[in-house]
């Protein structure tokens, strides 16, 4: 089964840098683009990095420059490194792996969250 877990958020003041690590079992990168999404009180979940099988990345366009999507594959980890973090990125951030191939073609997988909380 697939798990996917979270973990590296905090309290950080504004400027300073957090990583993100998701651990992850019972899934491939090769056959998965993996993402970073984010969810702040009374917003709507934003996508806010994708790393996909061929290890392109994307980003928000408020993070662009800012944070790095990255995969260690003898870590089976995703990481997130967020640099010049401002209060606007305080939210719950939630690793995601998208099926890209195969019978789970589509399917997501979520893992819980970590909290990120930028102070001013």
């Known amino acids: 089964q697939v798990q996917l877990v979270e973990s590296g958020g905090g309290l950080v003041q504004a400027g300073g840098s957090l990583r993100l690590s998701c651990a992850a079992s019972?899934?491939?990168?090769?056959?998965?683009?993996m993402n970073w999404y984010r969810q702040a009180p009374g917003k709507q979940r934003e996508l806010v990095a994708t790393i996909s099988t061929d290890l392109t990345t994307t980003y928000l366009d408020s993070v662009k420059g800012r944070f790095t999507i990255s995969t260690d594959n003898a870590k089976n980890t995703v990481y997130l490194q967020m640099n010049s973090l401002k209060p606007e990125d305080t939210a719950v951030y939630y690793c995601?792996?998208?099926?890209?191939?195969?019978?789970?073609?589509?399917?997501?997988?979520w893992g819980q969250g970590t909290q990120v909380t930028v102070s001013s």
């Open positions: 995601n792996g998208r099926a890209r191939y195969g019978i789970h073609r589509g399917n997501d997988y």
């Open positions: 019972g899934i491939i990168f090769s056959t998965n683009d």
